[in-house]
């Protein structure tokens, strides 16, 4: 066993810390926030030339060989700085399923242009009804001609604004809610017969409510087999949510961080706030908190790429019930702490603790996923 | 000993809910029950109505134009109120600064300001914290040095407030200010009301976390008050501060909003669709609303015993801390349930549908908009009105003698 970094994870680790250093202080994030994308190109171009956007597939898919430990790297460190550009649905989850289950054309005309930083993706699976059942799929597709033509709705699709292509979660055949009969379509987001409506989220991203209404694709659209995407999907949203779990760490190292500093600095009664006992044990349980979610994190990062389903699919869940858990003890207890400054828009603080609370509601809550994980672990 | 309401009492709410219903503009009910903001005039516009009614200073006694209502009334009143969708009363006036006018004020003064509180004609904020003195109340550095010229007695108020509540719908600004600085911290403070429109008062505002705006740093530079504006001898606004205090925490347990927000919790999960059913169906989900609504009957009773207590003539006591810490949890958690009911549909931001009036639809379920922000926002009930930290310091040494 050994759980220390190699020396390139170290320089990877200290590339995204530097970037987040640079470019992502609270001011500049502020501003980037406020851009009409709510990201940045030149952002988006050093991560492709850094070698993140390529760095966790493989060689033979154009990539750089890592894995999940390197998307933990980078996504902790996104997690300090509240970064905003899209790596989590282009790379993770886009390339992640296209180096799943596309196929040869599709890596060539899809993922490598994504590790370049030449194509964004949005991953659109939620409907309406769906909450966090990744089968409760309605969009239909059907045979038209060679190809498909899909109809229906999907929501909360994030970076649908940016991206290039949308890959959409489509029922072909089964009645509601069942595994079976699911199919994964790449569709270019600019096709006739999407509708879209785009807004900002709680915490500064872009997603958007997306319309299909017989939208025609090839036979080539097609991502992996006809009826079968059902396993690709919960394999590429178990990876995302690990790769958010990281991001949450970093949020909450640096949350409890600017409160650790904050109660040491601000003074009532005569003395730093911090000299009260009841802050000084809530601050300790804050960083057991968020000690719990890194381990826990560390430990579905390793198993997320195991052969057994089982084991991957606990990891995941397992890790999500602990960032839920410990992002809201870490990101409510900031905001106590910090007084009335807490509820305010000018401290950063507000800001993580409404991304830890986004990153909770994001692929279930931790209420789903301790149901989801106890169904796992009783069946076993 | 009884629960049950005696046949006049039933009357009563009878009687206050057709009012409601009479008086209370159905746009501002609609926010209400959407979670929209409301603006000025839905406040105002209400208030004046229960002031014509005489019911605004509901909780005050007969002599000073209250209703002289008992326990029971007052209790009914804020409930039924609470279910017909009405807004909080803006409790600076009537729940403030009024009673400590009525006990601590001259005549000349009772007769100036009371009239005005009671019809709601007059708005006020209040003037308390200071960038330096949060919990530390008492440490507060705003000062008020007596003057006199051709105009009379007065003092010259300089320095800034901060977390101002509706300070930029205020008329009138109650403020503590220290006028000797050489007598020990609780000593050397007053009780000031400020006309807001006295030269030298700027209003700021401040963004919550939520994008909301109801907080404002006030600045006072060389603001010039009479001195007939003081409630209270020089140097004794420690007690009517301490007097209002305890009455402002009596106010913020918020019990019938509280049960307003179960009950629209669970028909937001009634609503909510999961696996081909609804949200109402997992019982993991509802054991969390059952939970929450045990919270509030425990809260509920609690809040009744104090008010009888009350009711027999006694002042609400320290205990009343521990009604304003778990009212404020209760509150806090039915925002956070509310929130995770809603799910996914949580995350897309739309302020136009939280603060104007503006004809966009919302992404998701009508339910939706104001879920995420409305949590945020509440993580300042255990911060206003003296944090939970300060409540359980209270308690701990005025109850339990630590
Ligand atoms: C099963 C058992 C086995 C033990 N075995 C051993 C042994 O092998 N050798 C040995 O030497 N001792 C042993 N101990 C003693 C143990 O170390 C003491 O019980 C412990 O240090 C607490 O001391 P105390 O019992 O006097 O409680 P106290 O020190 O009186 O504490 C009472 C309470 O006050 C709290 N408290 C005290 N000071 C503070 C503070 N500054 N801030 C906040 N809270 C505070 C404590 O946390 C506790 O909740 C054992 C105790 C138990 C129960
Ligand atoms: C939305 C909102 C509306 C408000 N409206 C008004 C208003 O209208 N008028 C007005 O005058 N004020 C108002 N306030 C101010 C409010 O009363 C203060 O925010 C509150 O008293 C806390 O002070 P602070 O923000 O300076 O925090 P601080 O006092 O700096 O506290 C920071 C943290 O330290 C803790 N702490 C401080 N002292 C101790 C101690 N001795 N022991 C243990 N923990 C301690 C606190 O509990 C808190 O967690 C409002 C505040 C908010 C957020």
Same mark, same amino acid.
């Given at each position: 066993? *050994?759980?220390?970094?190699? *020396?390139?994870?170290?320089?990877?680790?200290?590339?995204?810390?530097?970037?987040?250093?640079?470019?992502?202080?609270?001011?500049?994030?502020?501003? +980037?926030?406020?851009?009409?994308?709510?990201?940045?190109?030149?952002?988006?171009?050093?991560?492709?030339?850094?070698?993140?956007?390529?760095?966790?597939?493989?060689?033979?898919?154009?990539?750089?060989?890592?894995?999940?430990?390197?998307?933990?790297?980078?996504?902790?460190?996104?997690?300090?700085?509240?970064?905003?550009?899209?790596?989590?649905?282009?790379?993770?989850?886009?390339?992640?399923?296209?180096?799943?289950?596309?196929?040869?054309?599709?890596?060539?005309?899809?993922?490598?242009?994504?590790?370049?930083?030449?194509?964004?993706?949005?991953?659109?699976?939620?409907?309406?009804?769906?909450?966090?059942?990744?089968?409760?799929?309605?969009?239909?597709?059907?045979?038209?001609?060679?190809?498909?033509?899909?109809?229906?709705?999907?929501?909360?699709?994030?970076?649908?604004?940016?991206?290039?292509?949308?890959?959409?979660?489509?029922?072909?055949?089964?009645?509601?809610?069942?595994?079976?009969?699911?199919?994964?379509?790449?569709?270019?987001?600019?096709?006739?017969?999407?509708?879209?409506?785009?807004?900002?989220?709680?915490?500064?991203?872009?997603?958007?409510?997306?319309?299909? *209404?017989?939208?025609?694709?090839?036979?080539?659209?097609?991502?992996?087999?006809?009826?079968?995407?059902?396993?690709?999907?919960?394999?590429?949203?178990?990876?995302?949510?690990?790769?958010?779990?990281?991001?949450?760490?970093?949020?909450?190292?640096?949350?409890?961080?600017?409160?650790?500093?904050? +109660?040491?600095?601000?003074?009532?009664?005569?003395?730093?706030?911090?000299?009260?006992?009841?802050?000084?044990?809530?601050?300790?349980?804050?960083?057991?908190?968020?000690?719990?979610?890194?381990?826990?994190?560390?430990?579905?990062?390793?198993?997320?790429?195991?052969?057994?389903?089982?084991?991957?699919?606990?990891?995941?869940?397992?890790?999500?019930?602990?960032?839920?858990?410990?992002?809201?003890?870490?990101?409510?207890?900031?905001?106590?702490?910090?007084?009335?400054?807490?509820?305010?828009?000018?401290?950063?603080?507000?800001?993580?603790?409404?991304?830890?609370?986004?990153?909770?509601?994001?692929?279930?809550?931790?209420?789903?996923?301790?149901?989801?994980?106890?169904?796992?672990?009783?069946?076993? | 000993?009884?629960?049950?309401?005696?046949?006049?009492?039933?009357?009563?709410?009878?009687?206050?809910?057709?009012?409601?219903?009479?008086?209370?503009?159905?746009?501002?009910?609609?926010?209400?029950?959407?979670?929209?903001?409301?603006?000025?005039?839905?406040? +105002?516009?209400?208030?004046?109505?229960?002031?014509?009614?005489?019911?605004?200073?509901?909780?005050?006694?007969?002599?000073?134009?209250?209703?002289?209502?008992?326990?029971?009334?007052?209790?009914?009143?804020?409930?039924?109120?609470?279910?017909?969708?009405?807004?909080?009363?803006?409790?600076?006036?009537?729940?403030?600064?009024?009673?400590?006018?009525?006990?601590?004020?001259?005549?000349?003064?009772?007769?100036?300001?009371?009239?005005?509180?009671?019809?709601?004609?007059?708005?006020?904020?209040?003037?308390?914290?200071?960038?330096?003195?949060?919990?530390?109340?008492?440490?507060?550095?705003?000062?008020?040095?007596?003057?006199?010229?051709?105009?009379?007695?007065?003092?010259?108020?300089?320095?800034?407030?901060?977390?101002?509540?509706?300070?930029?719908?205020?008329?009138?600004?109650?403020?503590?200010?220290?006028?000797?600085?050489?007598?020990?911290?609780?000593?050397?403070?007053?009780?000031?009301? +400020?006309?807001?429109?006295?030269?030298?008062?700027?209003?700021?505002?401040?963004?919550?976390?939520?994008?909301?705006?109801?907080?404002?740093?006030?600045?006072?530079?060389?603001?010039?008050?009479?001195?007939?504006?003081?409630?209270?001898?020089?140097?004794?606004?420690?007690?009517?501060?301490?007097?209002?205090?305890?009455?402002?925490?009596?106010?913020?347990?918020?019990?019938?909003?509280?049960?307003?927000?179960?009950?629209?919790?669970?028909?937001?999960?009634?609503?909510?669709?999961?696996?081909?059913?609804?949200?109402?169906?997992?019982?993991?989900?509802?054991?969390?609303?059952?939970?929450?609504?045990?919270?509030?009957?425990?809260?509920?009773?609690?809040?009744?015993?104090?008010?009888?207590?009350?009711?027999?003539?006694?002042?609400?006591?320290?205990?009343?801390?521990?009604?304003?810490?778990?009212?404020?949890?209760?509150?806090?958690?039915?925002?956070?349930?509310?929130?995770?009911?809603?799910?996914?549909?949580?995350?897309?931001?739309?302020?136009?549908?939280?603060?104007?009036?503006?004809?966009?639809?919302?992404?998701?379920?009508?339910?939706?908009?104001?879920?995420?922000?409305?949590?945020?926002?509440?993580?300042?009930?255990?911060?206003?009105?003296?944090?939970?930290?300060?409540?359980?310091?209270?308690?701990?040494?005025?109850?339990?003698?630590?």
């Amino acid at each position: 066993m *050994d759980l220390s970094l190699s *020396d390139e994870q170290k320089q990877l680790q200290d590339a995204a810390e530097r970037f987040v250093r640079d470019k992502y202080t609270f001011e500049n994030r502020r501003k +980037i926030a406020a851009t009409e994308k709510g990201w940045l190109t030149e952002n988006w171009a050093q991560m492709a030339e850094l070698g993140w956007l390529g760095m966790a597939f493989s060689e033979e898919d154009g990539g750089y060989g890592g894995g999940p430990i390197e998307t933990m790297i980078v996504m902790e460190q996104f997690g300090k700085g509240l970064v905003l550009e899209p790596f989590l649905p282009t790379v993770v989850l886009g390339g992640g399923m296209i180096a799943k289950a596309g196929s040869k054309a599709q890596k060539e005309s899809l993922l490598a242009p994504m590790i370049e930083g030449k194509k964004q993706f949005a991953f659109a699976w939620l409907e309406r009804q769906s909450r966090y059942n990744l089968a409760d799929v309605s969009l239909k597709a059907t045979k038209e001609g060679n190809g498909w033509s899909l109809s229906g709705h999907k929501g909360v699709v994030y970076n649908a604004p940016s991206a290039d292509h949308i890959i959409v979660l489509a029922r072909t055949s089964g009645s509601a809610r069942e595994e079976k009969g699911l199919t994964l379509f790449v569709v270019d987001a600019k096709a006739k017969g999407i509708t879209r409506r785009d807004y900002p989220t709680q915490d500064a991203l872009r997603a958007s409510e997306l319309t299909f *209404d017989k939208v025609s694709v090839g036979a080539d659209a097609v991502l992996g087999k006809v009826d079968d995407a059902f396993g690709v999907v919960e394999d590429a949203v178990d990876h995302a949510i690990v790769a958010l779990c990281a991001e949450a760490t970093g949020c909450m190292d640096a949350i409890n961080a600017a409160t650790l500093e904050y +109660i040491k600095t601000r003074k009532q009664f005569g003395v730093p706030i911090g000299k009260f006992q009841v802050l000084q044990h809530r601050m300790v349980d804050c960083f057991t908190n968020a000690q719990e979610a890194r381990s826990m994190t560390l430990m579905a990062s390793l198993k997320i790429d195991d052969k057994d389903s089982v084991v991957r699919r606990k990891a995941a869940s397992g890790a999500k019930v602990q960032i839920g858990k410990s992002g809201k003890f870490c990101g409510q207890s900031a905001v106590q702490m910090h007084g009335g400054m807490g509820v305010t828009d000018e401290l950063s603080v507000s800001h993580y603790f409404k991304r830890l609370t986004m990153i909770d509601l994001m692929f279930g809550n931790q209420q789903h996923h301790l149901t989801r994980y106890s169904n796992l672990a009783m069946a076993a | 000993m009884d629960l049950a309401l005696k046949p006049e009492h039933k009357a009563f709410a009878d009687e206050v809910r057709a009012f409601a219903r009479a008086n209370l503009s159905p746009a501002t009910k609609a926010k209400t029950f959407s979670g929209k903001h409301y603006d000025k005039d839905d406040h +105002i516009q209400w208030q004046k109505a229960l002031g014509r009614q005489g019911w605004l200073a509901y909780t005050w006694p007969r002599k000073y134009g209250g209703p002289g209502w008992d326990v029971t009334q007052r209790f009914l009143f804020e409930n039924v109120l609470a279910e017909e969708g009405a807004p909080r009363i803006i409790p600076f006036g009537p729940k403030m600064v009024g009673p400590v006018i009525y006990t601590f004020g001259t005549d000349e003064q009772k007769e100036r300001f009371l009239p005005g509180i009671r019809s709601s004609e007059v708005s006020w904020c209040q003037g308390y914290s200071e960038p330096g003195a949060g919990s530390d109340l008492a440490s507060l550095r705003t000062k008020a040095v007596r003057a006199k010229d051709a105009t009379g007695d007065h003092y010259i108020v300089n320095g800034q407030k901060t977390w101002t509540s509706f300070a930029h719908w205020g008329d009138w600004i109650f403020c503590l200010v220290r006028t000797n600085p050489e007598a020990k911290i609780q000593e050397g403070i007053s009780f000031l009301l +400020i006309d807001m429109k006295t030269p030298g008062v700027t209003v700021r505002p401040i963004v919550m976390l939520d994008g909301a705006h109801h907080v404002n740093d006030v600045f006072l530079d060389n603001v010039k008050v009479p001195v007939e504006n003081r409630i209270g001898k020089e140097g004794e606004g420690w007690t009517c501060a301490k007097f209002l205090l305890a009455n402002e925490r009596l106010g913020i347990a918020e019990v019938p909003s509280s049960k307003r927000g179960v009950r629209s919790l669970k028909d937001i999960a009634r609503a909510e669709p999961m696996d081909g059913r609804t949200l109402a169906d997992d019982p993991a989900f509802t054991a969390q609303i059952a939970d929450l609504d045990l919270q509030v009957q425990a809260l509920e009773m609690s809040e009744l015993r104090a008010l009888s207590t009350m009711a027999l003539g006694g002042a609400p006591g320290p205990e009343v801390s521990t009604l304003k810490i778990r009212g404020s949890e209760i509150q806090q958690r039915i925002t956070e349930l509310t929130m995770e009911a809603v799910g996914a549909y949580a995350a897309p931001y739309q302020p136009g549908l939280l603060f104007q009036d503006t004809n966009e639809t919302p992404v998701g379920p009508d339910h939706a908009p104001p879920a995420a922000p409305r949590y945020f926002n509440f993580r300042k009930t255990s911060i206003y009105g003296g944090s939970n930290e300060i409540q359980k310091n209270i308690v701990s040494k005025m109850v339990l003698g630590l």
